[in-house]
Every structure is written in structure tokens, then in C-alpha cells.
């Protein structure tokens, strides 16, 4: 009776420490009028309006989208393409966790974060788009699964993939905080969550290409293959990390005072490893694409606009930026591998873009572009993942472990103790950071 | 390594997906007495009386009567599930009715999530309002694009024929088909429909091309058109092939449980295999 006193007294007194934590660290931290404040601020106040207008009067009121255009750029961007650089969350956990490549360990973090945060985002920006979100829940709970669906693969795989995701992350809460033990079981899962993610990744990347197989005879054949799924998961890879050496780049300059000492010194080592499997898989890639063109004899195509338009995607956006990796890699010219990473990722949205809105359907007279205000809301998104990055990114261990974390990991190597203490129980502490 | 891994793992993917026939999914068949309508076009005289009857049926405003015209196409709607479109062709002005097609397998019905788009056993493909969330994947599915989303509505639904589901349950005919005053539509059985379309040719050779539309198109649908003209001067998609939609999406739904279990034994076993190199910092984020 006593113990169990003793123990609710603690974990009173606990959530009472860390509400009084919480409410302390959601305090902005930095000069809170700044160009990216301001402008941040417009885009979100005008972003809710426009979502306010869009709930309250129909998807029509402040999309383009029509009959023949089903789906716009919240899909064939947000959802599509944010995924895809969301990819290089489980490239990265693969490397390190599966392959125990140690060198990349520092950014498996940020990585995992802006990965997660992409999906709540990204895929959360999904909700915007349903025409009945209250429905949402039909196939996650109803008595209505549509399992020949894709779209109901993706919807699942979504919703695991953030929930697998949170788990790889979950540690670094813990430290925040302070929970110790938490941490201890959390990083116990980590493997799991990965094996897991991992899988999940591989099915809802191609997944997404698979949503458009059923779009044949409207998405013009150079896009068109069977091959689609395929090639969305391999183009996931090297996206993906394209947008771990961009953030990383931009990072060591946002949050220089947040990256250890550790993850500074490596940083160049690791955008170069990064980059030369970006060169790899690209080359793969457009291995693929051409073997996917010449087997479906598609020639003809090619003198005309949709044809330049596609050599422009493959070779501009593929091609080049492949050879340009390689050339960095070779001579460890840094500011190549950043602009070939740009380069990449403006391929990536192209081709998203392509496969669900430009090439879709491209023989209408009257064509989808999207209007001011679906650019707005999606720009209104970006900035929404943005600030919450900031806001983590700048409070919990991300980009370093916690001093504190980092002697016990020292303790840890030399005794082999996983706090096995009685005294443990009442060292729950809240991190000074 | 990692696409050599990738390329075994489709290896065994390719393998183990030889003896799955028997996974297939929701594949409906022929073999159900699915009901349709045969629409002979020469029969047509454009009076567009359907449209009325079908506005009246479901409950929906008036349509335009006298906008079938050479040249204007007229697309189904929200507001309009049928719609009679004038063309221009080799035998002179042809009227066709265009509605949504109820296909034997169709794509809006297998790209739903939730089976809001639903193939009846009777035939009808209806569209169940407490399922649907939206998401408007049937309507990029649907060779023909017949599901139609109210944009301008915060609670908006997909319209569509639903050849008078309701009706049918009431032992009624479709709409259209009672109305028709040149009985140009028959409302039936597919299969003795077919019958029906194939005597008709065999009877007056001369009268028709000898193709009966929605027969084999996109795996066979409810509706079967006969025309005196070439179909692609009716403004019918010709390209659609005959292969039923649901199955573009199959080997990659096939490939979907062998990579959910192949894949993390793989991974387990790939973690497990470099283990000794680096025996510390297990699981350290």
C-alpha cells in the first residue's frame, strides 16, 4: 500500500515537473521578429483562411480542380512528392541499423524527425484534400475494407509507417525530458521499428506509383509502364537522401550552435558517402527509365512537345545530376554535390508532378493549373513542418546527444549496467536543456 | 548491394507469386448473372425523353432538351447522370446515350478504400454515401470518368447512374429504359443481352458494324452499345483494351504480403549477419 503510495506521489510529481517543463520549453527561444517570422506568420494566417473557406464551401471554392482533374498538386505534390523526399528516413535507418554503417549514426536523427514530420505534414495535408474527411476512419476501423484497393495499402502504410517512425524517434523525447528508463525501453524498440519501417517504405513508395496503374490510356505513355511502382521506390532513395544533403547543408548553418562536435567533423565525410550512393541508384534509375522506354517502343514520341518535355525530365533533371555526384564524389567538390542535390529534387518533382498532373490526362483542351490558393495552403503546410522542426530541433537532442546522455552511453560501454539501481527510480530528472 | 538485394528479393517475389492464382483480388466473373442495358443506337432518335426521366428519378433539376448537337459534347454531370451527345459519322447524325458504363469488374469500385463504390451482385455499381471519404481515387480510375464530385458542397457526394438501383430492388425497370418511346434501350440480362445485340447483327448484317461496344472493352461492362457507325466516330474510347482494370493493380497487390514477409526476415537476418564486425552500440539512436 505504501509502494503504491510512494509511486503515485512520484509520478504526480513527475507530470506536475514536466507539465511546468513543457509549458517552459514551449517559450520561443531567439529573436522572435525575423524575416522568416514574418513571413512564416502571412503565409500560416492566410493559409488558415483559406483552409476555413475551403471546409466551409467545398473543394471547389479555392481549387482548380474539375471533373477531369480529380487530383492536383496537394496530391501529386504534398502527398507524392513529399513523400518521396521523406524517403531518406528509411534509406538511412537501413544503412545504419541494418548495414551498421556507423559512420552515417549522427544524422540518423534529424533525419528520422524531418521524415516523420514529413509524413504528419505531407500526408496529413491528404485530410485538406478528402472531400469527406470524417470518413477517414472507414478503412482503418470500419467494416469497410476496400482491400483491392492500392489507396487503402497506402492509407494503412501511412499511418504505421508515422507510428514506426515516432518509435525510431521516441529517444530523443525521452532525453528531453529526462526519462531515463523510458529511454532505455524506447531505444529497445528501435530495431523493431526499423525492420518494420523499413518494409513499410518499400510497399507505399511503389505504392504510390501503383495508385496511377489503373490510370492507364490518361497519363501519357511515356510515363505510363507497368513499371511505375518500381521505379517510384528506387527514385525514393536517392530523393530522399538528395534531401539529407540539402537539409544537412542547411542546417550546419541554421542550427551551427544545436550540431555537435561529433556530427560537424564527420559532416563532409558523410555528404560524400551520401552522394556517391545518390550516384549509384540515379544511374540504376535511369538505367530503368531507358529500359522501360525501349520496351515500350516509344520512339515516336519523343518528337513532340510531351517527348522534349520528358528528355528534359530524364536527362536534365536525371542524368546530369547523376554525373555531376559523380564528378563531386571524385573531387570532393562540396557546393556540386549541393547543386546536384537541387538538381535532383527539382527531377523528383518533376517527375511526381508529371505522372499526376502534367502528363495526366494531356490531351485536354482545357488543362489543370493550380490556383493561387491551393499554392498558398501548400506553401502554408511547408511552413507549418518548418517551424515545428525549428521548434524541435532547437530543444531536443537532434542534432547532439544531451552531455548527459553522452556520459551514460561512456558509463554504459564501461559497466554494462542498464540502470539496474533501486535509486534510479527517484533520479528522474528533468534535463536543464 | 542494395539493389542486388532488391532484385532477389523480386526474384523470389516472381516465384512465390506462381502459386497465388487463387489470391485474386475480389475478381467478379462473367458467370454471375450481372443485369445491363443494350443501347442500339440506330434506334435513337435523340428525343432525349431518358434524360428527362432520369433527371425525374433521381431527383435532379430539369436537363437542357435540345442541346444534342453535332460537335457539343455533352458530359455527364452532378446534376445530369445521362446524357444524350450528337455525332456526326459516316452514316449520318448518330445519337448516343453516355452514362457511367457498370463495368463486370470495375475500376472505381476496386480503387475504393472503403467499398463506397460498390459492384452489386445484380449488376449496378452504386456508390454508398456513409462509406466514402472523398478521396476521388475512382474518378482517376474510371476509364470512361464517369464519377462526378461536388466541388461546390462542404458535405459533397460522387454522382452517378446507378441504373435506378432503387428501382430494381422495387422490381421497376430503369428509367430510362420504360421511357424510351423507340425502345431503343432493353434493359436485361448481360448474357441474353448479348444475345440479343449478336441476333440483332446476324439478322441485318448490313444495319451495323459488328462489334457490339462493352462486350470485352475494359474487361466487359453492363452497358452494350450497338451502332451503325465505327465507334470511335461516336465518341467512344477505342483504346481501352479488354482487360478487366482491377488487374493493372494485381501483381503489385500480389507482390504486397510476400514483401510484408519476406522483407523483414531479410532485414533480421542481413542485421543479424554483420553483427560481429561491430558487436556494440546495438539499437543506440
Keep these: 500500500m505504501n509502494a503504491g503510495n510512494g509511486s503515485l506521489t512520484l509520478l504526480t510529481q513527475e507530470s506536475k515537473r514536466f507539465i511546468k517543463f513543457f509549458l517552459s520549453e514551449l517559450k520561443p527561444k531567439g529573436k522572435l521578429i525575423t524575416p522568416f517570422n514574418i513571413i512564416a506568420t502571412f503565409i500560416l494566417v492566410l493559409g488558415t483562411i483559406l483552409i476555413i473557406i475551403r471546409f466551409a464551401k467545398g473543394l471547389g471554392s479555392v481549387t482548380n480542380l474539375s471533373q477531369e482533374y480529380p487530383w492536383g498538386i496537394w496530391i501529386g505534390f504534398d502527398v507524392i512528392t513529399g513523400v518521396a523526399f521523406a524517403g531518406g528516413a528509411y534509406v538511412i535507418t537501413f544503412m545504419v541499423y541494418i548495414l551498421r554503417m556507423e559512420k552515417y549514426h549522427p544524422i540518423v536523427r534529424i533525419t528520422v524527425l524531418n521524415g516523420f514530420l514529413a509524413y504528419v505534414f505531407y500526408a496529413g495535408a491528404l485530410l485538406l484534400d478528402l472531400g469527406r474527411p470524417w470518413n477517414v476512419i472507414n478503412p482503418i476501423i470500419g467494416n469497410s475494407f476496400g482491400v483491392s484497393s492500392v489507396m487503402f495499402l497506402v492509407a494503412w502504410h501511412f499511418m504505421l509507417y508515422m507510428i514506426a517512425e515516432f518509435i525510431e524517434f521516441s529517444p530523443a523525447v525521452a532525453e528531453w525530458i529526462g526519462w531515463k528508463r523510458v529511454r532505455a525501453f524506447l531505444t529497445s524498440l528501435t530495431l523493431g521499428a526499423v525492420i518494420f519501417g523499413i518494409t513499410l517504405s518499400t510497399l507505399h513508395q511503389s505504392g504510390l506509383g501503383a495508385l496511377f496503374l489503373m490510370a492507364k490510356n490518361k497519363i501519357h505513355p511515356l ?126 518533382i518533376l517527375n511526381r508532378l508529371n505522372v499526376s498532373v502534367i502528363a495526366f490526362k494531356w490531351y485536354e483542351t482545357v488543362r489543370y493549373v493550380p490556383s493561387w490558393m491551393e499554392i498558398a495552403i501548400t506553401l502554408a503546410v511547408i511552413f507549418a513542418e518548418l517551424l515545428v522542426l525549428r521548434w524541435i530541433v532547437n530543444r531536443m537532442p537532434i542534432l547532439s546527444h544531451s552531455a548527459e546522455i553522452e556520459n551514460e552511453i561512456k558509463n554504459m560501454k564501461h559497466e554494462k549496467i542498464f540502470f539496474k539501481q533501486p535509486e534510479e527510480l527517484e533520479e528522474w530528472k528533468i534535463s536543464s536543456m | 548491394m542494395e539493389r542486388r538485394d532488391f532484385l532477389r528479393t523480386l526474384g523470389m517475389m516472381g516465384a512465390a507469386t506462381l502459386p497465388c492464382k487463387n489470391l485474386r483480388a475480389e475478381a467478379q466473373s462473367d458467370e454471375k448473372e450481372f443485369h445491363g442495358i443494350l443501347v442500339d443506337t440506330t ?243
Aim: glycine share 6%; hydrophobic share 40%; aromatic share 12%.
Design chain 2, 43 to 285: 434506334r435513337c432518335v435523340g428525343c432525349q425523353s431518358c434524360e428527362e426521366a432520369c433527371a425525374e428519378a433521381n431527383g435532379l433539376p430539369e436537363p437542357n432538351i435540345d442541346d444534342a448537337e453535332p460537335g457539343v459534347e455533352v458530359k455527364t454531370s452532378t446534376d445530369q447522370f445521362s446524357s444524350i451527345n450528337c455525332y456526326e459519322t459516316d452514316v449520318g447524325e448518330v445519337y448516343v446515350k453516355k452514362q457511367c458504363m457498370h463495368c463486370n469488374q470495375p475500376a472505381c469500385a476496386a480503387a475504393c478504400l472503403t467499398k463506397a463504390m460498390f459492384k452489386t451482385k445484380e449488376g449496378p455499381v452504386i456508390w454508398r454515401e456513409d462509406k466514402c471519404m472523398g478521396c476521388r481515387y475512382c474518378m482517376l480510375s474510371c476509364p470512361f470518368d464517369m464519377p462526378k464530385f461536388e466541388y461546390d458542397s462542404p458535405i459533397p457526394k460522387i454522382q452517378k447512374c446507378t441504373m435506378c438501383w432503387e428501382r430494381l430492388q422495387e422490381g421497376e425497370q430503369p428509367a430510362c429504359v420504360e421511357t424510351c418511346p423507340e425502345e431503343a434501350l432493353t434493359f436485361g440480362k448481360r448474357r441474353e443481352l448479348l444475345d440479343e445485340a449478336k441476333l440483332r447483327i446476324y439478322n441485318d448484317p448490313d444495319d451495323y458494324v459488328h462489334h457490339i461496344y462493352g462486350e470485352h472493352e475494359a474487361g466487359g461492362t453492363g452497358y452494350l452499345y450497338l451502332s451503325a457507325a465505327p465507334f470511335e466516330q461516336l465518341g467512344f474510347r477505342t483504346d481501352l483494351g479488354t482487360t478487366a482494370y482491377p488487374e493493372f493493380t494485381k501483381d503489385f497487390l500480389y507482390a504486397v504480403p510476400i514483401i510484408l514477409t519476406l522483407w523483414p526476415t531479410f532485414l533480421l537476418a542481413l542485421n543479424k549477419a554483420i553483427k560481429k564486425e561491430s558487436e556494440e552500440s546495438e539499437g543506440e539512436l
Design chain 1, 223 to 348: 510515363w505510363y509502364s507497368e513499371f511505375i511502382p518500381i521505379l517510384f521506390f528506387v527514385s525514393s532513395i536517392f530523393a530522399g537522401l538528395s534531401m539529407v544533403i540539402l537539409e544537412g547543408s542547411i542546417s550546419q548553418k541554421v542550427f551551427r550552435h544545436r550540431i555537435s562536435a561529433k556530427l560537424h567533423s564527420s559532416h563532409n565525410d558523410i555528404v560524400l558517402g551520401l552522394a556517391k550512393i545518390c550516384a549509384g541508384t540515379m544511374y540504376v534509375y535511369f538505367f530503368l527509365k531507358l529500359l522501360v522506354f525501349i520496351h515500350g517502343e516509344h520512339w515516336l514520341y519523343l518528337n513532340s512537345p510531351m517527348g522534349y518535355w520528358f528528355l528534359i525530365e530524364v536527362i536534365g533533371f536525371v542524368l546530369i545530376p547523376c554525373r555531376l555526384y559523380t564528378q563531386a564524389v571524385r573531387y570532393k567538390n562540396f557546393s556540386a554535390v549541393k547543386i546536384a542535390s537541387i538538381l535532383t529534387l527539382i527531377g523528383i
